[in-house]
């Protein structure tokens, strides 16, 4: 980016900080301020360490979505999620059996949290609680919400997927198309591609049928829309995992391929010992990134597969650097369905001998 493009992107950013900084001041002078509510973010982590993120906002009053919902109603509790009104600043305490930490929220009202274990831990559960409460500013009884933290035990693999047009159906490749899907359809209402519940499922339980892998979900979606997609996982009965998002800015675009090439790496070095899948489509630039991952740790990914759902010009591109990657010792596989992958992963033995067949018949959305 230009110096003069930063230039202006960062009085931008200031501008509306300074903005949100009055407006939040404004509102507790003059007790507009509403009921506080705190969204903790699916979080990850090992026996050592643990990673949470979350958001102080006014509670949006956001009711659980239906299939009978109306397309104005879908797009007035979407509007609610994207002019949310974040708490800057907010002050948090969280806590996880005996230890306990403070962490202050950004202009945003996002907070982390990092839980440095003086002892591994020994349970063998998969998820594992952080109560937190807000500790300014007061509003009511105070602000409490409980997180999840994903610890994988004896995974023999990660999975990490993208989200849109490889989970769901969102026509990436087309903005007004993309813009009609989201903002007029619910949870209940987006529907994923055939297939992919079961095949998530089966490489959860993998080649045993008893193992937990664990699955991250990685999309340049913004952090609005955090409460919907895992209302969308839920209810469609695809394994829970924790989520990577992001906070939309003017340099939003522009960073998309490092956002999610950052997030591969992060856990690639949180999990050293751990092999990866890696799923995605080929709307985006996840082929190269994913290619990009191969050559930096070219025995820690098992397979790619792509999700066809671009021109044949594309295609061609796809499979050049499918061809790329063989010569490094990883297959990509260019798919049209879900069950053409699932079917290359019992091959290699990334599931159980006949998951595939739960998969199902597909045809090409």
Excluded: C
């Excluded at 995974?155 to 813009?179: E, I, P, Q, Y």
């Excluded at 695809?238 to 490092?258: S, V």
């Excluded at 790619?304 to 990509?332: F, H, P, Q």
Aim: charged share 25%; hydrophobic share 35%.
């Amino acid at each position: 980016m230009s110096g003069w493009r930063r230039s202006l992107v960062a009085v931008g950013r200031a501008v509306e900080e300074r903005f949100d900084r009055l407006r939040f001041g404004l509102k507790r002078r003059t007790g507009w301020l509403g009921p506080i509510e705190i969204l903790p973010y699916r979080g990850y982590g090992t026996r050592d360490v643990l990673f949470l993120k979350g958001r102080v906002l006014e509670t949006a009053s956001l009711k659980p979505s239906s299939t009978d919902d109306s397309r104005r109603r879908n797009l007035r509790n979407m509007a609610r999620r994207f002019f949310s009104s974040e708490v800057p600043h907010a002050r948090v305490r969280a806590s996880h059996g005996g230890y306990e930490l403070e962490a202050t929220a950004d202009e945003e009202g996002f907070f982390d949290l990092r839980f440095e274990l003086a002892e591994p831990l020994k349970s063998e559960t998969e998820w594992h609680s952080v109560e937190i409460e807000v500790t300014w500013p007061l509003s009511g009884e105070g602000a409490r919400a409980t997180g999840s933290v994903l610890v994988p035990a004896g995974a023999r693999f990660g999975v990490v997927s993208d989200l849109d047009d490889t989970v769901v159906h969102s026509s990436a490749t087309d903005l007004l198309k993309m813009a009609r899907i989201t903002l007029l359809s619910n949870a209940r209402t987006r529907l994923p591609f055939e297939g992919v519940a079961a095949f998530y499922q089966a490489l959860q339980r993998g080649p045993s049928g008893g193992d937990f892998n664990p699955i991250y979900y990685v999309s340049n979606g913004p952090w609005n829309l955090y409460d919907m997609i895992e209302e969308l996982l839920d209810v469609h009965e695809i394994p829970a995992g924790p989520l990577f998002l992001r906070d939309w800015g003017p340099t939003t675009l522009r960073e998309r391929g490092r956002h999610k090439l950052g997030v591969i790496r992060t856990l690639l070095s949180t999990y050293p010992d751990l092999p990866f899948v890696l799923i995605g489509d080929s709307g985006e630039r996840d082929p190269e990134i994913y290619h990009q991952i191969v050559q930096e740790h070219p025995e820690r990914i098992l397979a790619i597969y792509i999700r066809d759902v671009t021109t044949r010009e594309r295609d061609a591109e796809v499979r050049k650097i499918s061809e790329g990657l063989r010569a490094l010792g990883v297959e990509m596989l260019l798919v049209t369905g879900t069950v053409e992958a699932a079917g290359h992963a019992e091959g290699l033995g990334l599931i159980s001998p006949g998951a595939s067949r739960g998969v199902g018949p597909e045809t090409r959305g």
